[in-house]
């Protein structure tokens, strides 16, 4: 099933969502049981990223293809797909980054373990 070219960019980060996911249930990232942090976190890259992009696309630095984007504008200029971006991708981030220092802690601990363990066999 082919997916329009004006739903691919909205697929697109659907799928980068869908992919980390699992991240918060097999490692433990605790991203959404954290709802205010991820809100917090989120919010200060759209407000930040939405004003750069409205302040180019007002000075003519840039556009977006109507043919990958919807057509839903939600304000200075920006179409829906770059909001949903500048909210999916920051959330795929902070779920890798807790994912990975989840399992960082988790090496550490069976280390000190094993370390332990071989003392406590001399």
Request: net charge neutral.
């Amino acid at each position: 099933m082919a997916i329009p070219d004006s739903l691919q960019y909205i697929a697109l980060m659907a799928g980068c969502l869908l992919l980390t996911l699992p991240l918060e249930f097999v490692l433990g990232a605790r991203v959404y049981r954290r709802p205010l942090r991820l809100v917090q976190a989120v919010l200060v890259t759209l407000l930040a990223f939405s004003v750069w992009d409205a302040i180019a696309i007002a000075a003519g630095m840039w556009t977006y293809s109507e043919r990958f984007t919807s057509g839903i504008m939600v304000g200075f200029g920006l179409p829906l797909e770059e909001i949903i971006f500048f909210i999916a991708i920051p959330i795929c981030g902070i779920l890798t980054y807790e994912a990975v220092g989840r399992v960082f802690t988790l090496v550490r601990s069976w280390s000190r373990r094993e370390r332990v363990a071989q003392e406590g066999d001399r």
